[in-house]
C-alpha cells in the first residue's frame, strides 16, 4: 500500500511557476513508475508527465513539454513537478499517481493522491 500526499498548489499569475511535490509512504517508492495527473472542471484527468522508477525515463504531455519538468528523489519518497510559464489553461487540480510498470494511462495508475489545486491567472 502507497499512500500520497500532494503540496505546493496555489494562485499564480500567468507566466509565473510553482513547483508541486508528491510525498510518499511505504518502503517500495522506488520501485513505482510516478505521474502527475490533472483534472480541470468538465474535463476528463489526463496525464502531464510521468516518471520511470530510476528517473531515467520521463514523458510529458504535448501541452506542457518545454514548461514542466517532472522528478524524483527516491532517499526522500518525494515526486516533484516543476511547472514553469503557466497559462490560465493550466488551471486544474493536479493528481499524484504511482503505478508498477512504464506507463502512464489513469486507469492504469494503482495509487492516487487527492489532488492539489492549482490556479492560474490572466
Known amino acids: 500500500q502507497v499512500q500520497l500526499v500532494e503540496s505546493g498548489g496555489g494562485l499564480v499569475q500567468a507566466g509565473g511557476s510553482l513547483k508541486l511535490s508528491c510525498a510518499a509512504s511505504g518502503r517500495t517508492f522506488s520501485s513505482y513508475t510516478m505521474g502527475w495527473f490533472r483534472q480541470a472542471p468538465g474535463k476528463e484527468r489526463e496525464c502531464v508527465a510521468a516518471?520511470?522508477?530510476?528517473?531515467?525515463?520521463?514523458y510529458y504531455a504535448a501541452s506542457v513539454k518545454g514548461r514542466f519538468t517532472i522528478s524524483r528523489d527516491n532517499a526522500k519518497n518525494t515526486v516533484y513537478l516543476q511547472m514553469n510559464s503557466l497559462k490560465p489553461e493550466d488551471t486544474a487540480v493536479y493528481y499524484c499517481?504511482?503505478?508498477?510498470?512504464?506507463?502512464?494511462?489513469?486507469?492504469?495508475?494503482?495509487?492516487w493522491g487527492k489532488g492539489t489545486l492549482v490556479t492560474v491567472s490572466s
Open positions: 499517481a504511482a503505478t508498477y510498470g512504464w506507463h502512464w494511462s489513469p486507469d492504469g495508475m494503482a495509487y
Open positions: 516518471i520511470s522508477w530510476s528517473g531515467g525515463n520521463t
